[in-house]
């Protein structure tokens, strides 16, 4: 087992170490609570341990037996001339040899093979949660954090659990095992042996001390030299428009020293303390030599002793080193395992009741009773909205940015859950129903159009993986996106690139228009559909929606004005309150925050062709 430096990928934003807990835990090394959930996932796998635990016997016992093994050989063959005794004694050792080498591999196999096993169970399972937990969760936890988890949290566990414990177990076996061997052939010689062990003592613990502050450090500067990268990977298109390269540098360079520092200091650390075992070890090997010889020379011990001592003290030594080794494994795994158990103990905040029954056909009714919402509890965002939409209508909701218009959104397709009154869709309220069953019948263009990498139609097909070619290029002409689709070098099989970049916002959005249109959802909600896009496209998408929207029941948020004015309700939202309601003359003639958004739109647009007129 080696050192397990910087045991993790603890990633996350510059500081997010502290402001995430994402710490060592308790920095307990060893916690029963989470020792047995994590013994657990062994279970499954008890027959390969039991033998993996069989070959660790077999590698300790013949490992034992081999210096025993040489004093016979020295006392009764060689002393006494018996070289055919020699060979038989010289051909079990050859075998003894060959054996360890058969046991360890074997053992080594097996670990591996339940090792790797459990790793993935335990990925999956977070996967699988992580897919569960509503978008609370998401939205508060930092996606680097999120991967450690998955990925080297999840490491260490395994090593602890395969590797680590059968290490454990192996190495006191053998400390035991030898000491009462040495026992057994001569208790003075072993006393002389076992002098230097106080000191061993004594410099474990001041190791031991130091390592767990040492290892914290070179995991925790690791964690902050890989956020720091993360986040200026991510931002690199604001770090180059702002010229900030070297402010950058400069904090890469700080926090990549800090890494440096802690792994030169902890390698010190480790460098004193090995070479210190290795010299108390030598020191021990001295003894015996200078103690065992006297009495050799005495004739109160036979040669073949002392040989078979200075064997066992040389072996004595290797699991003391394991062993402490060991030590920083078991922290980093405990605190590893504490953050993956708190992981998949976490409850979703959007949780159906047991056996919650699928939402019935949609018609397309939409009522908000009297909802008020915050985000993660604290300041609301929304308050006392009531909303009625009959099936078949297209409301718009408009407001300044903030307003809570996205918030409904959410809402309606219950990413979240109200914080007071209800959202009822055809007189069913959607806590009642499970999400799955409600969410495959809303359709939903978010107002960051979301592409994954792949194909252009898997892209498109991604609501119904079953559509058929013909199916999605019909959806893709209703979204007027099949233009530029075919002018595309390979087509509907062009990839897109992860986060859609080699795509326009516009050109993603009227993709998304095409998911929503092929999955042909009773109701849709429409986020800004129409935002950052030039004139031509924005006609595009308005025609597309004219056709998305017949027949259905529509959620449009709209900062373009100019997109709803046909629309059944327009609400006006502000601070969380709906403050004006009606169609777009009835507002316009109400004189109020409608009326003055629209004439404010209106003049800049305006504005806008008058200068355009002057070029
Ligand atoms: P939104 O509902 O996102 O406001 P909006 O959609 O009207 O604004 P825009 O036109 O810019 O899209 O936000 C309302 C408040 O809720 C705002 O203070 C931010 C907060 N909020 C969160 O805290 N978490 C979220 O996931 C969202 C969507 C909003
Ligand atoms: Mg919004």
């Not at 001339?81 to 051909?91: F, I, K, M, V």
């Not at 097996?110 to 978008?135: A, C, E, K, P, Y």
């Amino acid at each position: 087992m080696s050192f397990s430096f910087g045991g993790g990928l603890n990633m996350g934003p510059r500081g997010a170490l502290e402001s995430h807990g994402e710490g060592d835990g308790t920095g307990r090394v060893f916690d029963r609570r989470v020792t047995l959930r994590l013994l657990g996932y062994l279970r499954p796998y008890t027959r390969q341990m039991l033998g993996a635990f069989a070959m660790m016997l077999i590698v300790s016992a013949l490992t034992l037996a081999i210096p025993y093994l040489t004093k016979i050989v020295i006392d009764q063959y060689i002393t006494n001339g018996d070289l055919r005794g020699l060979s038989r004694l010289a051909l079990l050792l050859g075998g003894a040899l060959f054996g360890i080498y058969l046991a360890s591999s074997a053992q080594q196999y097996l670990l591996t093979w339940v090792g790797q096993r459990i790793l993935m169970t335990l990925r999956n399972q977070l996967f699988d949660h992580l897919q569960r937990l509503s978008l609370g969760y998401h939205d508060t936890h930092i996606v680097g954090v999120t991967i450690s988890r998955v990925m080297s949290d999840v490491g260490v566990i395994n090593e602890l659990l395969s590797e680590g414990l059968i290490t454990l177990a192996g190495d006191i076996l053998l400390l035991f095992g030898i000491v009462g061997v040495m026992v057994s052939m001569s208790p003075h010689l072993a006393l002389f042996a076992f002098s230097v062990v106080p000191l061993m003592v004594l410099m474990t613990l001041w190791f031991s001390r130091r390592a767990r502050i040492a290892f914290r450090q070179t995991r925790s500067s690791t964690a902050a030299v890989i956020g720091d990268l993360a986040e200026d990977l991510s931002g690199m298109r604001v770090i180059q428009a702002f010229a900030q390269e070297g402010a950058s540098e400069e904090r890469f360079d700080k926090v990549n020293s800090a890494n440096r520092d802690a792994f030169v200091n902890a390698m010190s650390l480790s460098l004193t303390f090995l070479p210190g075992v290795e010299f108390l070890g030598i020191l021990a090997t001295a003894v015996v030599l200078w103690a065992g010889g006297r009495a050799v020379a005495t004739e109160t011990l036979t040669l073949g002793v002392v040989v078979a001592f200075i064997s066992y003290v040389g072996r004595f030594f290797q699991p003391i080193q394991e062993l402490s080794q060991l030590y920083n494994t078991l922290q980093t795994a405990m605190a590893g395992g504490e953050r993956v158990l708190e992981l998949l103990d976490t409850i979703p905040d959007v949780q159906d009741q047991p056996a919650a029954p699928d939402m019935p056909s949609i018609r397309g009714e939409i009522v908000l009773n009297n909802v008020s919402f915050a985000y993660r509890g604290t300041h609301t965002v929304l308050h006392n909205v009531d909303l009625h939409i009959a099936p078949g209508q297209t409301i718009a909701l408009v407001g300044p940015t903030g307003a809570g218009k996205t918030s409904i959104a959410n809402l309606i397709a219950r990413f979240y859950e109200v914080t007071e009154g209800n959202v009822c869709i055809d007189g069913v309220d959607v806590r009642s129903v499970n999400q799955p069953s409600l969410r495959q019948q809303m359709g939903l263009v978010p107002q960051d159009p979301f592409l994954f990498a792949g194909a252009i139609a898997d892209n498109i097909r991604f609501g119904c993986p079953d559509a058929s070619e013909e199916a999605v290029i019909a959806a893709a002409k209703a979204a007027n996106a099949h233009e530029f689709i075919s002018a595309m070098p390979e087509g509907y099989a062009t990839r897109v690139l992860e986060g859609g970049i080699n795509l326009s916002l516009g050109q993603r959005q009227l993709l998304c228009i095409a998911r929503a249109i092929l999955a042909d959802p009773r109701i849709l909600i429409l986020d800004e559909a129409t935002a950052s896009v030039d004139t031509i496209t924005e006609a595009l998408i308005q025609e597309a929606l004219a056709r998305l929207l017949k027949g259905r029941t529509a959620v449009v948020i709209a900062h373009r004005l100019s997109t709803i004015t046909n629309a059944d309700l327009i609400c006006v939202l502000e601070g969380g309150h709906i403050v004006e309601r009606g169609t777009h003359t009835e507002l316009l003639a109400l004189g109020g925050l409608y009326r003055d958004l629209y004439e404010r739109q209106f003049m800049q647009n305006n504005g806008f062709s008058k200068a355009s007129e002057r070029v």
